[in-house]
């Protein structure tokens, strides 16, 4: 059985960051024997689940496609009846460097993301994948008219959590010139298609919008 004690968490935790330093700075044959191991022995979801963001976010490209997809999978079947288990399968993959648009929109079809029903699906899945500074970032800026078409749809059916996953748009004027008149776009655009929507159902994300619109 997993140890809960304080002090067996802790030392799990320093395990896990040092692993993780590891992964980061060294690209060999043990380092990626040692996560699959890891993942293949480990009793308890968060040590499986490091092991499974080390694969998904650290790792080659190639090792990504070959390794991390079959763990992926293998993940699922253990925890698919969890929702903790079945945010982190969904959030491992948003935060991926690799992930495409293509590939979250299929995963919005998958089962496990409920339809967008459940809001910790949401946020998970596209709340995670509009912070993924790669990804979402891409130049083509596939990742901020993603975003904004699924917000101008979702926000009607869940405005709070709409109103929480716009905040990476709202900060364009971090980001250098093309980036920044991409998202800009986006979040006019955006508001155009919130203004043909009630009233009272996006008040809270329009306010977010009209502010970084106006600053």
């Not at 004690?5 to 980061?24: E, K, T």
């Not at 800009?184 to 009233?199: E, G, H, I």
Request: one cysteine or more; glycine letters at 4%.
């Amino acid at each position: 059985p997993v140890r809960i004690d304080p002090p067996a968490v802790a030392q799990r935790s320093v395990a896990n960051i040092a692993f993780g330093y590891a992964c980061d700075t060294v690209e060999n044959v043990t380092v990626a024997a040692r996560i699959i191991n890891q993942f293949e022995t480990a009793s308890g979801m968060t040590d499986i689940y490091f092991a499974l963001e080390m694969m998904v976010n650290h790792c080659p490209l190639t090792f990504y496609k070959v390794v991390a997809k079959q763990s992926l999978a293998r993940f699922y079947d253990l925890y698919k009846d969890e929702g903790t288990g079945v945010d982190m399968w969904l959030r491992v993959q948003a935060r991926s460097p690799y992930v495409s648009v293509e590939q979250i929109k299929a995963l919005m079809e998958h089962p496990a993301f409920e339809k967008g029903s459940n809001p910790n699906r949401v946020k998970a899945l596209i709340g995670d994948f509009a912070k993924n500074p790669t990804a979402f970032h891409a130049l083509s800026g596939e990742g901020y008219s993603f975003l904004a078409e699924f917000l101008a749809e979702y926000t009607v059916k869940n405005q709070q959590t709409a109103a929480q996953l716009i905040d990476p748009l709202c900060e364009w004027r971090r980001y250098e010139p093309v980036r920044s008149k991409m998202m800009l776009a986006m979040l006019k655009m955006l508001k155009v298609a919130l203004s043909n929507l009630p009233a009272d159902k996006t008040a809270g994300i329009m306010d977010k919008v009209n502010k970084a619109l106006a600053e």
